[in-house]
C-alpha cells in the first residue's frame, strides 16, 4: 500500500484537556482540511477523522457526552466507509481509561485505493492559560445575541451569563504559540489583535460555545429559535462572502449568467468554512484570489476560462481579525465584565 | 509584501558574504518577476490573446457582435497588449544598463524590483479594464441597441455587486451589533430601496457603503431597531460622516 499523505497532528490536542464533542468535531475537521481528496470527500472524511483525536476527555459529569461519542463513531465509520470506498485496515483502537477518557491509540485506512497514514502528536497540556481579553466583546455581543431572540427571564440570563462566562474563560486555549503550531498549505492564518496565531476562527469559537452552552438555559422552544436564528445569520454571512468571490472571479473570468449561477450553488453547497473578513480581504487586494473548495472551479469554467484562472495569484492572505475598530461599535451590553 | 520579498530575496541570494556581487540577477529572473503566474514573456503573449477574446465573450453575453465589430474590439485589445509589452521593454531597459554597470546590490535591488511590481500589478488586475482601448473601441463599435443591451446587463452585475457590498457591511455590522433575522431583512430591504453605489467593484466599497448608510433618515433605523442597537449603529453611521471628504476625493461620491 502506498502511503501517499503522512500527517502529524499540529499540536492543538491536548492531554488531560476536557474537550465538548464539538470540540472534537472541530479538531477533525481541522485534521481533515489538511487532506485534500475533495471538498465533499473531506466533509465524510471529518466524520471518520473524528476517530483520530487522540485523547478525548470528559469531564466527570459528563456520561452522556461520552455514550454520544461512542454512538457518534460508531456512525461515523457505518456511514463514511461505503461513501469513501474506504476500508480501515485497523479497527481504530479506541481505549477507556479510567472510564472518563478515551484515548484513540491510532488509525490506518486506505482511501480510493491510496493510504491515508496518520500519526498524532500531543502536547503538553496549557496550564491555566488566562483568557483572551479581545474575545470578551464577542461573548458580549453573542448573549445580546441569545437576547434579542429568545427573549429570556431575568433569571435565564444570568444562567446564560454564567456558562459563557465558563466558556470565555477558557479561550486561552486558541492562542498557539507560534513555535509549536504547524500552519499547511492552503490554510488561512486568523491572527488577533496582538498578532496571537489563533488555532480557530474566534467567531466560530463563540457560536459554537454558545450552542454548546445555551441547551441548559433555555426552554426547548428558545433554544430551538436560537439555532434558527443562528443559522440565518451563518447563512447570511457565507451568502455575503461567496457573492462577493463571485463577483472577484466574474471581474477577471468574465461569466455567463449560467456560469454564475453554478458557481455561487457550488459554493454555497462546499464552502463551509469561507469567512467574511477573510474574503474582504480579496477586495482591498484584487490581484490575488481565494483559494476555493477543490473541484468548483474545474466544474464550473470551461478550458479557455480555466487557463486564465491558473494565471491567477490565488493564494491564502493571512488576516488579523477586526476588532479593533469593532470594539467600539458593540452595544454598550457589558454582560461579563 | 515589498520588504518581506526583499528579505526573502536577500536571504536566497545572499551567500557567505554580503558583498554586493554576490547578488546575480538576469533578464530571465526579472522577467519572471513581470510576469510570474505567467511564467514567461511568450506564455503572457498567448495568455492575453485568450483574454481578448474573453472580453469579447464578455460583451457577446450581452448582445451578439458582427464579425467587424469583434474585429475591431480585437485589434484594440491587441493594442492593449502591445501597449503593455512597450513598457515591459522599457523596464526591461532600465534593468540592462543597471546590469550592464555592474551594479545590482543590495541598495539598489528594491529599486530593480520597482521596475517589475508595477507592471506585475497591470497583468494580475488585468490589461482591459475600463480605460484599456479594447473597452473605448468595444464603446464606440456597438450601435445604440447593443450598447442598451450592454448598459443593461451591467446594471444587473451592478446591482448584484451593490447588494454583494451591502450584505457584507450588514453582516459585518451585525457581528458588532447582533440583530435578529427579521431586523437584518428589513435594514437589507432599506439599503437596496434607498441606496444606489456608484461604484461598487471599487476596492473602497465597503467605505461607500458605510457613508450611504450614514445618509439614510434616522426615523427609519429606528423603526428596524431598539434603542441600545441604535446607540452603537450611530456610531457607526458618525464614522460614515467622517467617510465623506475622503471618497468626494476619490470621485466615488459628488
Given at each position: 500500500m502506498r502511503c501517499f499523505k503522512r500527517f502529524t497532528s499540529p499540536?492543538?490536542?491536548?492531554?488531560?484537556?476536557?474537550?465538548?464533542?464539538?470540540?472534537?468535531?472541530?479538531?477533525?475537521?481541522?485534521?481533515?482540511?489538511?487532506?485534500?481528496?475533495?471538498?465533499?470527500?473531506?466533509?465524510?472524511?471529518?466524520?471518520?477523522?473524528?476517530?483520530?483525536?487522540?485523547?478525548?476527555?470528559?469531564?466527570?459529569?459528563?456520561?452522556?457526552?461520552?455514550?454520544?461519542?461512542?454512538?457518534?463513531?460508531?456512525?461515523?465509520?457505518?456511514?463514511?466507509?461505503?461513501?469513501?470506498?474506504?476500508?480501515?485496515?485497523?479497527?481504530?483502537?479506541?481505549?477507556?481509561?479510567?472510564?472518563?477518557?478515551?484515548?484513540?491509540?491510532?488509525?490506518?485506512?486506505?482511501?480510493?485505493?491510496?493510504?491515508?497514514?496518520?500519526?498524532?502528536?500531543?502536547?503538553?497540556?496549557?496550564?491555566?492559560?488566562?483568557?483572551?481579553?479581545?474575545?470578551?466583546?464577542?461573548?458580549?455581543?453573542?448573549?445580546?445575541?441569545?437576547?434579542?431572540?429568545?427573549?429570556?427571564?431575568?433569571?435565564?440570563?444570568?444562567?446564560?451569563?454564567?456558562?459563557?462566562?465558563?466558556?470565555?474563560?477558557?479561550?486561552?486555549?486558541?492562542?498557539?504559540?507560534?513555535?509549536?503550531?504547524?500552519?499547511?498549505?492552503?490554510?488561512?492564518?486568523?491572527?488577533?489583535?496582538?498578532?496571537?496565531?489563533?488555532?480557530?476562527?474566534?467567531?466560530?469559537?463563540?457560536?459554537?460555545?454558545?450552542?454548546?452552552?445555551?441547551?441548559?438555559?433555555?426552554?426547548?422552544?428558545?433554544?430551538?429559535?436560537?439555532?434558527?436564528?443562528?443559522?440565518?445569520?451563518?447563512?447570511?454571512?457565507?451568502?455575503?462572502?461567496?457573492?462577493?468571490?463571485?463577483?472577484?472571479?466574474?471581474?477577471?473570468?468574465?461569466?455567463?449568467?449560467?456560469?454564475?449561477?453554478?458557481?455561487?450553488?457550488?459554493?454555497?453547497?462546499?464552502?463551509?468554512?469561507?469567512?467574511?473578513?477573510?474574503?474582504?480581504?480579496?477586495?482591498?487586494?484584487?490581484?490575488?484570489?481565494?483559494?476555493?473548495?477543490?473541484?468548483?472551479?474545474?466544474?464550473?469554467?470551461?478550458?479557455?476560462?480555466?487557463?486564465?484562472?491558473?494565471?491567477?495569484?490565488?493564494?491564502?492572505?493571512?488576516?488579523?481579525?477586526?476588532?479593533?475598530?469593532?470594539?467600539?461599535?458593540?452595544?454598550?451590553?457589558?454582560?461579563?465584565? | 509584501m515589498r520588504a518581506l520579498f526583499v528579505f526573502c530575496l536577500l536571504v536566497v541570494l545572499g551567500s557567505r558574504s554580503a558583498k554586493s556581487q554576490d547578488i546575480q540577477i538576469d533578464i530571465n529572473q526579472f522577467d519572471s518577476w513581470i510576469f510570474s503566474n505567467m511564467q514567461s514573456a511568450e506564455n503572457a503573449r498567448r495568455l492575453l490573446g485568450d483574454r481578448i477574446e474573453m472580453e469579447i465573450d464578455r460583451i457577446t453575453f450581452s448582445t451578439p457582435l458582427r464579425e467587424d465589430q469583434i474585429l475591431k474590439i480585437r485589434f484594440a485589445g491587441k493594442g492593449d497588449i502591445k501597449r503593455f509589452f512597450d513598457d515591459v521593454e522599457d523596464a526591461r531597459d532600465e534593468f540592462r544598463k543597471v546590469q550592464a554597470k555592474g551594479e545590482i546590490d543590495q541598495n539598489n535591488i528594491n529599486d530593480i524590483y520597482q521596475l517589475a511590481m508595477p507592471l506585475q500589478q497591470r497583468i494580475s488586475q488585468g490589461l482591459f479594464g475600463k480605460t484599456s482601448l479594447l473597452k473605448k473601441v468595444a464603446q464606440a463599435t456597438v450601435d445604440d441597441q447593443q450598447a442598451s443591451e450592454i448598459r443593461a446587463r451591467d446594471e444587473r452585475l451592478r446591482e448584484l455587486k451593490s447588494r454583494a457590498a451591502m450584505m457584507a457591511f450588514l453582516a459585518n455590522l451585525g457581528r458588532q451589533v447582533p440583530m435578529t433575522h427579521a431586523q437584518r431583512e428589513k435594514f437589507l430591504e432599506l439599503m437596496l430601496k434607498n441606496i444606489k453605489i456608484s461604484d461598487p467593484a471599487n476596492r473602497y466599497v465597503s467605505y461607500l457603503v458605510m457613508f450611504e448608510v450614514s445618509e439614510l433618515p434616522r426615523a427609519k433605523l429606528t423603526e428596524i431597531f431598539d434603542t441600545a442597537q441604535m446607540v452603537a449603529i450611530n456610531k457607526n453611521r458618525q464614522q460614515g460622516v467622517a467617510m465623506k471628504a475622503t471618497l468626494k476625493q476619490m470621485g466615488l461620491i459628488e
Open positions: 499540536g492543538f490536542v491536548e492531554e488531560g484537556e476536557s474537550k465538548s464533542l464539538s470540540r472534537i468535531f472541530f479538531l477533525g475537521q481541522r485534521l481533515s482540511s489538511l487532506l485534500s481528496p475533495g471538498q465533499r470527500l473531506k466533509k465524510q472524511l471529518a466524520c471518520l477523522l473524528v476517530l483520530l483525536t487522540p485523547i478525548s476527555s470528559f469531564a466527570d459529569d459528563a456520561e452522556e457526552e461520552i455514550s454520544a461519542y461512542e454512538e457518534m463513531l460508531a456512525e461515523a465509520v457505518e456511514e463514511t466507509q461505503p461513501l469513501l470506498e474506504l476500508e480501515l485496515e485497523f479497527e481504530p483502537t479506541i481505549k477507556v481509561i479510567e472510564h472518563k477518557e478515551v484515548r484513540v491509540m491510532g488509525f490506518q485506512g486506505r482511501l480510493r485505493d491510496e493510504a491515508v497514514e496518520v500519526e498524532v502528536a500531543v502536547r503538553p497540556p496549557k496550564a491555566n492559560e488566562p483568557p483572551l481579553e479581545f474575545m470578551k466583546p464577542l461573548y458580549n455581543a453573542e448573549i445580546s445575541f441569545v437576547k434579542r431572540v429568545c427573549n429570556p427571564s431575568d433569571q435565564q440570563m444570568k444562567d446564560i451569563i454564567a456558562a459563557v462566562k465558563t466558556a470565555y474563560q477558557t479561550t486561552g486555549e486558541m492562542d498557539d504559540d507560534p513555535n509549536n503550531i504547524n500552519f499547511q498549505a492552503g490554510q488561512v492564518r486568523i491572527m488577533g489583535p496582538g498578532n496571537e496565531q489563533l488555532n480557530e476562527n474566534p467567531y466560530r469559537r463563540v457560536r459554537r460555545d454558545a450552542k454548546n452552552h445555551l441547551k441548559e438555559q433555555l426552554s426547548d422552544e428558545q433554544y430551538a429559535k436560537y439555532l434558527v436564528e443562528a443559522k440565518q445569520r451563518d447563512d447570511f454571512e457565507r451568502g455575503a462572502a461567496i457573492e462577493i468571490v463571485v463577483g472577484l472571479i466574474d471581474d477577471k473570468i468574465p461569466l455567463a449568467e449560467p456560469e454564475r449561477s453554478e458557481l455561487v450553488r457550488e459554493l454555497l453547497d462546499k464552502w463551509d468554512d469561507v469567512d467574511l473578513q477573510s474574503v474582504q480581504n480579496y477586495v482591498y487586494n484584487p490581484e490575488y484570489m481565494p483559494q476555493l473548495p477543490p473541484g468548483v472551479i474545474d466544474k464550473v469554467l470551461t478550458k479557455k476560462q480555466l487557463a486564465t484562472w491558473r494565471t491567477l495569484n490565488v493564494t491564502n492572505i493571512s488576516f488579523h481579525i477586526g476588532f479593533n475598530n469593532g470594539q467600539n461599535l458593540t452595544l454598550d451590553e457589558e454582560w461579563i465584565q | -
